[in-house]
């Protein structure tokens, strides 16, 4: 069982991880996901169904009482609560209990009998009741979306965060929640009751407030007082322990240039590249590694080098990194292909610096150049991100797939739907029908008869109980010929074989950092991976239309700039296409100008709290060939501002020219004539 929790949790963390990232429908699958392994773990440990049973009872009552919300296309004194609940697998109100019910009550009673169905089905694992308030908490926040979903989101996160306290009746989170919902429906005395059941638990500022302004509603304004006066104590007290520093109390923060660089991954980017201030080892430059013993030196030859390498795959340059660095066998090998004559070749010399090898050394060196004749494209090198994390701007193709599956609940007739409806008594009955706008087949003695929302085993059953009244044995049967017209009409939406050809649409993520979707409508995808941008579109498609499948594809990314101003050659924005480091940057303005001061190039950025940020760095001894690497390289990230300021010559040239060639000979000009016609006096 503590498996069990410990991989329910997973679930539940990448489902608030999603959530946070407005993937909404995707984290509500991976909650449900953590409750069923709590659900049939339970059931493993003691031997039954009970714990499943009752979780499937749950959902499917939650699931069947949309039938009861109210909706713009049908009037709430039109529905038929009796026929709808005889219809439904939820017991409730079947038989006559159902009786004379109101579409509001019987909501109640669908959502009372599905938290308590939810409690059974969580036990009393704290896991499942961490995940049933994180439903309660995402269905809370569906409920202030647009859209027909948000109707029912309330009450549906009600029943969750209930549910979540009849497993675990101590988790103070839920039932924090649960007293704000009650708050916002105006169940003040209600709300009073959960926020102190809370405060109880676990004391925190905003809990107290919440408690203030309910007492505020109630008209006990003395305890409001009392109340608000913790609040302020337990916030000076948070502060006191300094839980709300001020991270933005410098308008510029200055950061060496390692913080700086471990600042290039962003939520959009995604984990940044290794830090090329590691520089690069060249191995053939090193003095040899000592011969290995045991199993290695079988390997080598009596020189201690290895054999020769039958791939003829040149070795390149390997990364240093802090600490030991092992010693590839194949680095070490004499090269089996001639060197070119006007290749230049270097060691790295303490007390000299770079100094050329002779042909000697050369020979026993490791060639360490990388492309070959044939191998200009270079090898494969790492990704550059781990993770994608879309971002406006970015385009995607949108590709759709009919699925072929299996429903999980049966097909329930819709507007456009085709049936055929034949009778083995009179064949007078037989005819093909649409189910129409309203909803409604039109049937011989019968008239309008209402067909959609129902299964065509349910519309065969009314219309037998229909027409017992003209016929002793109707024979009634029902046969779909065209179903799912839903689906259809999106294929028809996407479908673009007259044009780019597939199913399939082109979208950008826009400024806001949503897409729209047809059915859907606008859909927030910034901060999303591709998986998780699909798995948030396929659940909200399978809320509306069974059978459909989407495949998010990345078809350009947005593009991201670096500027380069100051003493370079062409100052400017650049666009990034790919990694970048601040030399690469200076190459792409041209290189830098003579008198540049290239010991403190400074370089801007904004974090992701809209801090600005900067380092300054020295890239002379790189530059000017007095290191193997620049101490001071790093990676670039979006919106960087590189500066390269001017150098002490530059500086001095330019205080001259504005003071005395600008300033104050402009104003007083110096000028002389010598008169060779007259002597000259003392």
């Known amino acids: 069982m503590e498996l069990a929790a410990r991989e329910s949790d997973l679930h539940a963390q990448t489902a608030f991880e999603l959530a946070s990232r407005g993937a909404y429908y995707a984290a509500r699958a991976q909650f449900l996901a953590a409750v069923r392994i709590i659900a049939q773990s339970l059931d493993a440990e003691h031997r039954t169904t009970l714990h499943s049973r009752a979780l499937t009872a749950g959902l499917t009552a939650m699931y069947e009482a949309r039938d009861f919300a109210p909706r713009p296309s049908v009037v709430e004194a039109d529905l038929d609560v009796a026929s709808i609940a005889s219809r439904h697998r939820t017991p409730v109100l079947q038989g006559p209990g159902g009786r004379g019910a109101t579409p509001q009550r019987a909501l109640e009673a669908y959502f009372t009998f599905a938290q308590a169905k939810l409690g059974v089905a969580g036990g009393r694992e704290l896991a499942a009741s961490m995940a049933y308030y994180g439903l309660g ?89 009392r109340t608000w006066q913790v609040a302020v104590a337990a916030e000076r007290d948070a502060a006191a322990r300094g839980l709300r520093a001020d991270p933005n109390a410098e308008i510029v923060h200055w950061v060496d240039a390692d913080q700086f660089a471990a600042m290039a991954r962003s939520p959009c980017l995604g984990p940044s590249p290794p830090n090329p201030r590691e520089g690069v080892r060249l191995t053939g430059y090193a003095s040899p590694p000592a011969a290995p013993t045991g199993p290695a030196a079988r390997q080598l030859g009596a020189s201690g080098h290895p054999a020769a390498n039958p791939d003829r795959t040149p070795p390149s340059l390997q990364a240093s990194a802090p600490g030991p660095v092992p010693v590839n066998p194949r680095f070490g090998q004499e090269p089996d292909f001639p060197i070119p004559p006007h290749q230049a070749l270097f060691a790295q010399d303490a007390a000299l610096g770079w100094r050329p090898r002779d042909r000697g050394e050369a020979a026993r060196a490791v060639f360490w150049q990388l492309y070959l004749q044939g191998e200009y494209v270079a090898r494969a090198r790492s990704a550059h991100v781990n993770e994608y994390r879309l971002r406006p701007d970015d385009q995607l193709d949108m590709i759709y797939r009919m699925t072929r599956e299996e429903t999980s609940q049966p097909y329930r007739l819709n507007v456009g739907d085709e049936i055929r409806v034949e009778s083995l008594t009179d064949p007078n009955l037989n005819r ?188 002379q001894p790189a530059l000017y060939a007095r290191q193997p690497y620049p101490p001071g390289e790093i990676w670039l990230s979006d919106s960087d501002v590189v500066i390269v300021p001017k150098g002490k010559i530059l500086v001095a040239d330019e205080f001259i020219e504005l003071v005395f060639t600008r300033g104050i000979y402009g104003v007083f000009p110096l000028s002389s004539s010598i008169s060779f016609a007259k002597t000259s006096t003392l």
Not at 140 to 166: C, I, K, N
Not at 541 to 565: K, N, S, T, W
């Open 137 to 225: 908490k995402l269905h809370a926040v569906l409920a202030d979306q647009p859209g027909e979903t948000s109707r029912l989101a309330r009450p549906q996160a009600m029943a969750f965060l209930q549910a979540s306290l009849l497993v675990h009746p101590r988790n103070h989170l839920a039932s924090h929640e649960l007293g704000v919902l009650l708050a916002r429906a105006n169940r003040f005395e209600d709300a009073r009751t959960a926020l102190t059941h809370s405060v109880s638990i676990q004391p925190n500022a905003t809990a107290w407030r919440n408690l203030a302004w309910v007492y505020r509603q109630l008209g006990q304004e003395h305890l409001a007082e």
């Open 432 to 619: 093909d029908l649409v189910v129409q706008p309203d909803g409604t087949i039109t049937m011989r003695l019968l008239g309008q008869v209402k067909a959609t929302g129902k299964t065509v085993t349910q519309l065969r059953e009314d219309l037998e109980k229909a027409y017992v009244k003209y016929y002793k044995v109707p024979a009634i049967s029902v046969t779909p010929l065209k179903m799912n017209t839903r689906l259809e009409d999106l294929r028809a939406t996407v479908d673009r074989r007259q044009g780019v050809g597939g199913q399939s649409q082109l979208v950008r993520v826009t400024p806001e950092g949503s897409i729209s979707l047809p059915a859907l409508g606008c859909v927030s995808a910034q901060g999303l991976t591709l998986r998780e941008l699909q798995q948030e579109l396929n659940e909200r498609y399978r809320d509306q239309i069974e059978g459909l499948e989407v495949i998010p594809v990345l078809v350009q990314r947005a593009p991201r700039f670096v500027y380069v101003l100051g003493e370079v050659r062409m100052p400017g924005r650049f666009e990034m296409a790919g990694p970048t480091t601040l030399i690469q940057a200076i190459s792409m303005a041209g290189g830098w100008t003579v008198g540049s001061n290239l010991r403190q190039v400074v370089v801007f950025r904004r974090d992701d709290s809209w801090r600005l940020v900067a380092t300054m760095v020295n890239l």
